[in-house]
């Protein structure tokens, strides 16, 4: 069974900064990793994307800039560091990965959200003003 799993949420005040770390039993460097995230009453949503193959990294528009998504393959870890922190982004923040390995699309798959499969449990971060 494929294990995917978060770490790092917490609690912040406004303005300030978490990283969150994603570690997964997958061959970390041939799958495509992202960072989505879930407010209570809204829709899954993604915030950022890595490729396996490198390409991107890709963004929601509207967190470009202040959330920095990255893969380190020889700790098999990705992370999201995320500043500037409003009560906006409190959310419950999952890990996601692709089903196949090495995509050969530009994207590497990110931006096909079908795409992610192996899910975390999702790690809490609350934002408070």
């Known amino acids: 069974q494929v294990k995917v799993v978060e770490s790092g949420g917490g609690s912040v005040q406004a303005g300030g900064s978490l990283r969150l770390s994603c570690t997964t039993s997958l061959t970390f460097a041939d799958y495509t990793m992202a960072w989505f995230r879930q407010a209570p009453g809204k829709e899954r949503e993604r915030v950022a994307c890595a490729s396996w193959s490198g390409g991107g990294p890709y963004y929601d528009d509207s967190l470009k800039g202040r959330f920095t998504i990255s893969r380190d393959n020889a700790k098999k870890t990705l992370f999201l560091q995320m500043v500037s922190l409003t009560v906006e982004d409190t959310a419950t923040y999952y890990c996601?990965?692709?089903?196949?390995?090495?995509?050969?699309?530009?994207?590497?798959?990110?931006?096909?959200?079908?795409?992610?499969?192996?899910w975390g449990q999702g790690t809490q971060v609350t934002v408070s003003s």
């Open positions: 996601a990965a692709v089903g196949a390995r090495r995509i050969y699309s530009p994207d590497g798959g990110c931006n096909h959200v079908p795409n992610f499969i192996h």
